[in-house]
């Protein structure tokens, strides 16, 4: 089993920046694939950012390109989302995911991913 714990949520004025992390437990060596995915109210859950563990190769929603960026220490099990230029349409609660698999081309669906976190609210007010 992997644990996941996300951390860095918070309230923010829109166009200001937010560092999000989360810290994988467990047998983490299973860990192929780390996502971070968001869930607005009344809204399904969507794919936001991944990176693969071996190789680094990154992944980005068109809605964050260019905003956010995805990175890793497989050394200490983390990985942080680093969210600039937020707006009001980034508020979500957003969740920290692990898939066990390596899944080409990359998944984005949430089913795909094994482990969640439970998640870290992200409010941005304009």
């Known amino acids: 089993q992997v644990q996941l714990v996300e951390s860095g949520g918070g309230l923010v004025q829109a166009g200001d920046s937010l560092r999000l992390s989360c810290v994988a437990s467990?047998?983490?060596?299973?860990?192929?694939?780390m996502a971070w995915f968001r869930q607005a109210p009344g809204k399904e859950r969507e794919f936001v950012a991944a990176?693969?563990?071996?190789?680094?190769?990154?992944y980005y929603s068109d809605s964050v390109k260019g905003r956010f960026t995805i990175s890793g220490d497989n050394a200490k099990d983390t990985v942080s989302l680093q969210m600039i230029s937020l707006n009001p349409e980034d508020t979500a609660v957003y969740y920290c995911?692990?898939?066990?698999?390596?899944?080409?081309?990359?998944?984005?669906?949430?089913?795909?991913?094994?482990?969640w976190g439970q998640g870290t609210q992200v409010t941005v007010s304009s």
């Open positions: 467990g047998r983490t060596f299973n860990i192929a694939t």
């Open positions: 995911a692990a898939d066990k698999s390596v899944s080409i081309p990359l998944s984005r669906r949430p089913t795909t991913y094994d482990y």
């Open positions: 990176i693969r563990r071996t190789g680094r190769s990154t």
